[in-house]
């Protein structure tokens, strides 16, 4: 989703069109979206819509991330809270299709223990197998 923003619009980094002492080398290219923003928000709010345990940790990581981003002169605010929008708005995009495809996938993965289970080589990489190995170890 990134690159194709990057694609159809640019938009100058705060050391190109400001005076901003640099504190990592960076290319001029576009600054918004954070790609950096867009990477751990992603995590964040994927975390977040699943509600696990650590999505608080998560979230603060991912805000720091962000304002270290704009810190180090390579990105604007709105390229960060631009990254937290597009990366929630992803995530629950995700979510909501992977509760409706969860039947499909079960039912991929039931064909593919079907025909591993008839390849001798093969056969200690079914799932019942991996589990049992993990279960045991």
């Not at 938009?11 to 950096?36: E, G, Q």
């Not at 751990?40 to 962000?66: D, P, Y």
């Not at 708005?89 to 499909?104: E, M």
Request: with cysteine; aromatic share 14%; glycine share 4%.
């Amino acid at each position: 989703m990134n690159e194709v923003i990057h694609l159809v619009y640019y938009h100058p980094r705060p050391f190109v069109t400001h005076h901003v002492h640099k504190l990592i080398p960076h290319p001029a290219n576009s600054s918004f979206v954070s790609d950096h923003s867009i990477l751990v928000f992603s995590a964040a709010w994927i975390m977040w819509l699943r509600k696990n345990k650590w999505r608080s940790i998560i979230f603060i990581w991912a805000v720091i991330s962000g304002l270290s981003r704009i810190y180090v002169g390579v990105h604007y605010p709105a390229d960060v809270l631009g990254g937290m929008v597009i990366a929630g708005a992803i995530g629950c995009f995700i979510i909501y299709v992977s509760a409706k495809t969860a039947p499909l996938i079960q039912r991929l993965f039931w064909i593919h223990d079907l025909i591993i289970k008839r390849i001798p080589f093969l056969s200690p990489y079914t799932h019942e197998q991996i589990s049992k190995k993990n279960h045991s170890a």
